[in-house]
């Protein structure tokens, strides 16, 4: 197995294959997968559900799932060799692709990316208000850095430029109910969970879909 390699990626990207020779599995192949997010994010739990359900068991597989901070670290893991396979956004596959000649194969994806620009100050809603505001991600040029580079352009400004971030892995929701930042790229699962928890309204200052449509996440 360890001649084939995987990237999943997520959203509406795939689980992709690294590779070269696919031969059949056997019985309890040991396979890896890493997920992004410490703790994990909410599109790793179909990975955690096939596990516990037996799904990998049944296919011939013993599975170690395994979290990285993002999925662009998960990604680079599949790379070296550390793990099998990886649930990983598109841009910075893409890039690994046309950059490295390396030769992956998609597998898995989701139908619909539904990243949004989350404050937790009413009066700050707008594109422009971030100029100079720190604004929540999960790593350097990672998923969510990237769909905030996707929303921002609709007002000509740009990550680590204009718009200072912060890596916070997928602790943003929480940075953003502890006062610690006002912006924050976020899931829409997210939104209940920072209301309940901060006793505020989230207000939606853009959404991927309305942004920029047809985004490859």
Request: glycine content about 8%.
């Amino acid at each position: 197995m360890k001649a084939t390699r995987t990237l999943m990626l997520f959203a509406t990207a795939a689980l992709v294959a690294l590779g070269a020779a696919n031969g059949p599995v056997n019985a309890a192949d040991k396979f890896s997968i890493a997920v992004p997010g410490v703790p994990p994010v909410f599109s790793t739990v179909m990975i955690y559900v096939a596990k516990e359900g037996g799904f990998y068991k049944k296919h011939g597989l013993d599975v170690t799932i395994r979290p990285f901070r993002s999925g662009v670290a998960a990604a680079k893991a599949v790379l070296s060799g550390a793990v099998d396979a990886s649930l990983s956004p598109t841009a910075p596959v893409a890039r690994m692709v046309s950059n490295a000649g390396v030769p992956l194969v998609a597998l898995q994806g989701m139908e619909k990316p539904d990243w949004f620009l989350g404050s937790m100050d009413p009066m700050k809603n707008k594109c422009t208000d971030l100029k100079g505001q720190a604004v929540g991600v999960d790593s350097p040029r990672g998923a969510r850095w990237i769909q905030l580079q996707n929303m921002s352009r609709s007002c000509k400004l740009f990550p680590d430029r204009q718009i200072p971030t912060v890596n916070l892995s997928s602790n943003v929701g929480a940075a953003m109910v502890a006062g610690q930042i006002n912006f924050g790229v976020l899931h829409l699962d997210d939104i209940p969970v920072i209301e309940r928890e901060s006793g505020k309204k989230l207000t939606v200052v853009m959404e991927i879909e309305k942004t920029a449509p047809g985004t490859h996440y």
